[in-house]
């Protein structure tokens, strides 16, 4: 498996990026490069050219705009190029005004890379099934789940009538956002003996207003730290995912393996399945019965958490990349 040389891309700084990137270093020969920006382009392309030339595969984190530079080069050397997508790069939404799909500069981005790349990875098996409606080869089409470390030991809370709902960070809209809450708001409303607690940054909505007509069982935690995020995680009795369109999610995967009953649109059922409630995006009514059942539930939050463990655990992403890498006959290139 040394043989095999990688030229890795990226311009974020997720953990499940360094996390691959950890993977495929312990097992091939990488060589890595942060792209940081336009203005540093006369470098980033020599370096471009040199890792392409070296390597066997070329593996980019996101279909950014940086890969324009990158996809001739790769076909005029004769490389491989697999990228892994997330779920901004094939959504449609203009009523939310997301995704890559809305305009037309964008779009055109990525459906080129789409068209070229050798490989295309998705995180859940809708993510997988939108990237299929933008090319004509389906089976260079890969779902490969995103993982969590499972190996960690969760302390015990008691869990409390509590629902919590994680805001999207970065490429989720303005727009989203506040979809999104309006119908945490309105689901409370309904459901006056149950705290909701709404973390991430809100800066870009109009929180006077939000607050102004939110229930006082809704707190607002703001930005918090990964650890006040657990404790809230660990201590709530439903994780609250209402979304239009479907990328993966580490939030939902944390979640699950914290017993956290999921409720979440029918889009997550790949993820879910038999461990948690489901309600239509924008149907109110639908979730709150799905919380009120959730809250009742005694037996879905360990059934949630041993899903994670067999089928999101970091040694099963790990073997799954690995597979994907070896699979290709490349050592000739």
Same mark, same amino acid.
């Given at each position: 498996?040394?043989?095999?040389?990688?030229?890795?891309?990226?311009?974020?700084?997720?953990?499940?990026?360094?996390?691959?990137?950890?993977?495929?270093?312990?097992?091939?020969?990488?060589?890595?490069?942060?792209?940081?920006?336009?203005?540093?382009?006369?470098?980033?392309?020599?370096?471009?050219?040199?890792?392409?030339?070296?390597?066997?595969?070329?593996?980019?984190?996101?279909?950014?705009?940086?890969?324009?530079?990158?996809?001739?080069?790769?076909?005029?050397?004769?490389?491989?190029?697999?990228?892994?997508?997330?779920?901004?790069?094939?959504?449609?939404?203009?009523?939310?005004?997301?995704?890559?799909?809305?305009?037309?500069?964008?779009?055109?981005?990525?459906?080129?890379?789409?068209?070229?790349?050798?490989?295309?990875?998705?995180?859940?098996?809708?993510?997988?099934?939108?990237?299929?409606?933008?090319?004509?080869?389906?089976?260079?089409?890969?779902?490969?789940?995103?993982?969590?470390?499972?190996?960690?030991?969760?302390?015990?809370?008691?869990?409390?009538?509590?629902?919590?709902?994680?805001?999207?960070?970065?490429?989720?809209?303005?727009?989203?956002?506040?979809?999104?809450?309006?119908?945490?708001?309105?689901?409370?409303?309904?459901?006056?003996?149950?705290?909701?607690?709404?973390?991430?940054?809100?800066?870009?909505?109009?929180?006077?207003?939000?607050?102004?007509?939110?229930?006082?069982?809704?707190?607002?935690?703001?930005?918090?730290?990964?650890?006040?995020?657990?404790?809230?995680?660990?201590? !709530?009795?439903?994780?609250?995912?209402?979304?239009?369109?479907?990328?993966?999610?580490?939030?939902?995967?944390?979640?699950?393996?914290?017993?956290?009953?999921?409720?979440?649109?029918?889009?997550?059922?790949?993820?879910?399945?038999?461990?948690?409630?489901?309600?239509?995006?924008?149907?109110?009514?639908?979730?709150?019965?799905?919380?009120?059942?959730?809250?009742?539930?005694?037996?879905?939050?360990?059934? !949630?958490?041993?899903?994670?463990?067999?089928?999101?655990?970091?040694?099963?992403?790990?073997?799954?990349?690995?597979?994907?890498?070896?699979?290709?006959?490349?050592?000739?290139?």
């Amino acid at each position: 498996m040394k043989r095999r040389k990688i030229f890795f891309i990226h311009s974020t700084f997720y953990p499940t990026v360094l996390e691959d990137l950890r993977i495929l270093r312990k097992h091939f020969k990488v060589k890595r490069l942060i792209y940081k920006g336009i203005r540093k382009y006369p470098h980033m392309i020599f370096k471009i050219i040199s890792g392409v030339a070296w390597s066997n595969i070329v593996v980019a984190w996101c279909g950014d705009a940086y890969l324009l530079m990158v996809l001739p080069i790769v076909k005029l050397l004769g490389k491989k190029l697999y990228v892994f997508l997330a779920s901004y790069e094939t959504a449609n939404m203009k009523e939310l005004n997301y995704g890559a799909m809305v305009k037309l500069v964008p779009r055109w981005r990525v459906k080129l890379i789409l068209g070229t790349a050798d490989k295309l990875i998705g995180a859940s098996l809708f993510h997988k099934k939108s990237v299929e409606k933008y090319v004509r080869k389906k089976d260079k089409v890969v779902q490969i789940n995103f993982a969590i470390n499972t190996e960690k030991v969760e302390p015990h809370y008691e869990k409390e009538n509590m629902v919590y709902f994680v805001i999207g960070g970065s490429g989720v809209t303005k727009e989203k956002r506040q979809a999104q809450i309006l119908q945490v708001i309105e689901i409370a409303k309904r459901l006056r003996e149950v705290k909701f607690v709404v973390i991430g940054d809100v800066s870009s909505i109009d929180m006077e207003y939000i607050k102004k007509i939110a229930s006082p069982n809704v707190i607002f935690t703001g930005f918090i730290s990964e650890d006040d995020v657990a404790k809230w995680r660990r201590e !709530a009795k439903v994780y609250l995912r209402p979304i239009p369109y479907d990328g993966g999610s580490i939030t939902l995967l944390e979640a699950m393996y914290s017993e956290c009953i999921p409720v979440g649109t029918k889009i997550l059922k790949d993820t879910i399945e038999d461990t948690g409630y489901y309600m239509e995006w924008g149907d109110i009514e639908g979730g709150v019965k799905a919380i009120r059942r959730a809250i009742e539930d005694k037996k879905k939050g360990k059934k !949630a958490k041993e899903r994670i463990v067999k089928y999101y655990s970091m040694k099963r992403r790990e073997e799954e990349l690995i597979k994907l890498i070896i699979n290709e006959n490349t050592l000739d290139r």
